[in-house]
Antibody
């Protein structure tokens, strides 16, 4: 059974950069049919797709976040990562990593991130 | 970018009722829509990975239809455990997008 686990800081200061990593276990990251994605959910609000990456490195991100996002993958560690720059309070959310295979079928438990000084 | 518009925002129905949630895409996405269920405090769960393709283990009272721009998720014989927020997501092309969600309350 595939498992995903997010890791990173729970509190980040405004204007700083958020770095999150998703570790995948129980299956390979270099699955030719899967992309790997990040989704966030602000408190009391809906789901927002942030970006997705393929194991060979090709990535896509939400248009409004494109200038602030970097996505990377490390197949040797079975991990993929998100960097989100220039944080503001509006970036406060639960951040989920998930596998995209005709829908996001496996999700991590989510990591709450608060942007505050 | 494709936008997904869900309706209603919320609904309340009784056990045994049939409820329908609608999702409209801003452009043609063929059949590439996924549906999710998120119960309070839990991780979203994939119900359908294509307009009509039920995930393994999802009760058959859930069904989906649609193609092009208009899609529906129907819950027949509503059960108390179906209380949740439901989201659609376009899976046809990047950038991906979720609908705003529909909160279902079971009376």
């Amino acid at each position: 059974q595939l498992q995903l686990q997010e890791s990173g800081p729970g509190l980040v200061e405004p204007s700083e950069t958020l770095s999150l990593t998703c570790t995948v276990s129980g299956g390979p990251l270099d699955d030719s049919e899967s992309h790997w994605g990040w989704i966030r959910q602000p408190p009391g609000k809906g789901l927002e797709w942030i970006g997705s990456i393929f194991h060979l490195g090709g990535s896509h991100s939400k248009s409004s976040l494109k200038s602030r996002i970097s996505l990377s993958v490390d197949t040797s560690k079975n991990q993929f990562s998100l960097k989100l720059r220039s944080l503001s309070a509006a970036d406060t959310a639960i951040y989920y990593c998930a596998r995209l295979n005709q829908g996001f079928d496996f999700w991590g438990p989510g990591i709450p991130v608060t942007v505050s000084s | 970018d494709v936008q997904m518009t869900q309706s209603p925002i919320s609904l309340s129905a009784s056990v045994g009722d049939r409820v329908t949630i609608t999702c409209r895409a801003s452009e043609d996405i063929n059949v590439w829509v996924a549906w999710y269920q998120q119960k309070s405090g839990q991780v979203p769960k994939l119900l359908m990975h294509i307009a009509f393709g039920l995930e393994r283990g999802v009760p058959s009272r859930f069904s989906g239809t649609g193609s092009g721009t208009d899609f529906t998720l129907t819950i027949s014989n509503l059960q108390p455990e179906d209380s949740a927020t439901y989201y659609c997501q376009q899976a046809n092309m990047f950038p991906l997008a979720f609908g705003g969600g529909t909160k279902v309350e079971v009376k």
